[in-house]
């Protein structure tokens, strides 16, 4: 069964699953591969870690477009509770972006559907 999303609701259940990711790393002390992997299409980020001593999320950035040589990272710092409003902020209403989002959604056993269909 395929579960029915306009661009809207997708987003505000982009936001729950944020604040499920959010609550589960302060359970387990760790950013689930999902959350990461949101995080990181969001931003454009080479990479996300969770800082577990300052309980932040940093996310790198590649200050350069070349690929001739070593890209210059930089690095920017958020705490874990400013999650939901950070990834709120960097939500993309383009159709790839609306895909990603869906089938992001459709893996979490909350909705309870093989598949996420997005209407505009």
Known sequence: MAA???SNQLRN?????????????KECDK?????IDLIRHNFLAEFVVYNKEDKTIEVGMSKTDEFD???????YTF???????????SF???HEDLEFYG????????????????ME
């Open 31 to 35: 950013l689930s591969q999902d959350c």
């Open 103 to 118: 089938r992001l959604l459709g893996r979490q056993q909350v909705i309870g559907s093989n598949s996420v269909v997005v």
């Open 92 to 94: 993309k209403n383009n």
């Open 69 to 75: 040589r070593y890209p210059e990272i930089e690095i």
């Open 4 to 6: 029915y999303f306009n």
């Open 13 to 25: 259940s982009i936001q729950e699953l944020v604040r499920n990711y959010i609550s589960e790393c």
């Open 79 to 89: 705490p874990l509770d400013e999650t939901v409003k950070k990834v709120d902020h």
